[in-house]
């Protein structure tokens, strides 16, 4: 779990649920193996497999008395093709008895690819079951302002290659950062930053009136462990 936190008082305020492949004494890290799903498909079965496991942990931490925040799953574009995934997913959270206002499902702008449609009918269904909805890593690829434009996104998230090229004051890239989140807080989008790493970056957010922070600045990701004791 990677932990999200507020820079209004710098308090936990939710986590991004990673993935890591632990062989025999040595971590597999995913940008050796998820490109291999991908690939093959079986991707969505990682995704499924992600979801039900962070269920199943907050329903443990709520039963230990502990008051979980929302915990954020990567959907994959091979997922968005699963027959009526909006009530698989719903499914497996009202399995474990939870709000189902814990849960956030991140989607990639690229995972539109060709299904725009089929992202737009998904992120709909999901806003319409009460579950969140993030647009990560925008400012990748090709950024389709169409599809926050359209769709009924909770919050956007703002990839760390629009960070690092904005700390020169006056810059382009810093003017288009601060633009981007700007448009996010007037169209009524919660706005996150990742990859925030240093002291200038967290200033930065600050100055462009962005709150929510993910990177190695406040934690790298951690094990559940570890995670549960910031609960």
Not at 10 to 26: F, I, N, T
Not at 125 to 148: P, R, V
Request: proline share 3%.
């Amino acid at each position: 779990f990677q932990p999200k936190v507020d820079l209004h008082n710098y308090q936990l305020k939710g986590a991004e649920a990673l993935v890591r492949w632990h062989h025999g004494d040595k971590i597999i890290y995913p940008d050796q193996f998820i490109p291999v799903l991908e690939r093959n498909l079986s991707i969505k079965y990682l995704d499924l497999y992600m979801l039900n496991h962070v269920c199943r942990y907050m329903s443990e931490w709520i039963a230990a008395g502990k008051t979980p925040v929302q915990v954020s799953v990567n959907l994959s574009r091979a997922s968005l093709g699963i027959t009526n995934i909006v009530m698989v997913i719903t499914s497996i959270i009202d399995k474990y008895d939870l709000p189902r206002s814990l849960i956030q499902i991140e989607l990639t702008e690229s995972a539109s690819g060709s299904s725009a449609d089929d992202l737009k009918v998904i992120v709909t269904e999901l806003n319409k079951e009460g579950i969140s909805t993030a647009m990560d890593d925008f400012g990748t690829g090709f950024s389709s302002l169409s599809l926050i434009k359209e769709l009924p996104w909770s919050v956007l998230k703002i990839d760390k290659s629009l960070l690092h090229g904005a700390q020169e004051s006056g810059s382009h890239d810093q003017r288009m950062f601060k633009a981007i989140i700007n448009m996010a807080n007037e169209i009524g989008l919660e706005c996150i930053v990742e990859g925030v790493e240093t002291r200038e970056d967290v200033k930065l957010l600050k100055e462009s009136n962005c709150w929510m922070a993910q990177g190695f600045y406040f934690s790298k990701p951690i094990i559940k462990e570890e995670f549960e004791k910031l609960l």
